[in-house]
């Protein structure tokens, strides 16, 4: 996009999924005088592009699995971006298997509660970890994180290369950008881990997560594993080998997201402590990026509370890429509110 419009109805600050699925959502419903506002020369530059792609339904609190679920329903919908691999969550202590399941029942997907052998049938690397429960769910999935920006960026009204340096409620609400001024009758804020720092608001705090691909085979588009145990650690089949994290959690700046031997030894611990033959295969390629949270690790999603020009788009922690569909319709709807 070359000349940015001076005025909107809606200004989005922020291209990850948050801000996109927003935009996305928004044009169904309708409303179409939207424009994203995306710092960086490409969409999903942050989390957003770095995401594993586990497309997970059970959540760990009740709230985010209303949108996870919700989410896993559209993109099963939308072409191209999911495949039909099931999931399998392993725990080392059963009461928790037994309140997923119970979280399982209480959204209506189907969960089937077993034990070690879910894990050494479609996981035989990871035999001998020490598993007491687990679950298969049979809805999970792996997301195409490119294909689901593709789908949600589709003739949306982008600015790219433009960074929102102030916003000023006046009249209307003023954006001063690197690339000049637009005025907006309502403003969300979808900036990922820098989320409230041009609107106000409090800080998210931002975790450090590696991805690895390691060079070895897993049964083609069988399903993940997410073992919840004491070292929380996943695994998918790829294209390119096994995808793996060690789910590691380092307090970190956002932006910051060059992979580290910390993080690499962290998987190494992680996969031995599983007494898994993983733990020696190269490494073909590693990533990593921040997941951002609020203090109670609650999404921040809808009008806020003393500035009715305001919505948030937030805190979307590590469930952003599966429950993005559910965000963009949550905020949307307020977004429609906020301009009614
Ligand atoms: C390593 C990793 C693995 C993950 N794996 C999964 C997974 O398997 N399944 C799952 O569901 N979720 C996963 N997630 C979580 C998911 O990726 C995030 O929850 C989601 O992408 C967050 O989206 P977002 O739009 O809030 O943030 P981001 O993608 O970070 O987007 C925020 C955008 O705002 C822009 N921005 C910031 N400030 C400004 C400004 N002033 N002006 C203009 N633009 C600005 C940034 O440049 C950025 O592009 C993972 C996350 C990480 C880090």
Redesign the pocket.
Known sequence: MNELPSKVDVAI???????MSTAWALARAGVRDTIV????NEL?????G???????QLAEDNETTLLTVRGAEHLRTLPGVWSPTGGILSFDDASNAEAYSVRATRFGVQADLGDNQLVVARWPHLADMRVQRALWVPGDGV?DVGALMRTYSEGMRISLG???ERVEAGAGVQLVTTRGTIVARVVVD?????AG??TGGDPLTSFK?H?FILDAEAEAKGPWLWHLGATEMYVRSDSEGILA?PCDAAPSQPGHQAPDLVGEAHLRRVLDAADSNLAGRPITRRW?????FTENRKMRLGRDGSRPWLVWA?G????????SPAVGETVAADVIKALS
């Open positions: 600050i922020g291209g990850g999924f948050a801000g506002l995306e710092r960086e999903g530059r942050y989390a957003s770095r995401s594993a792609g586990l497309g997970r997301i433009t960074a929102v979808a900036a990922g881990a820098w720092e041009k997560r991805v994290s990593a990026c921040q997941r951002a937030a979307l922690g590590g469930h952003g890429a599966t429950a």
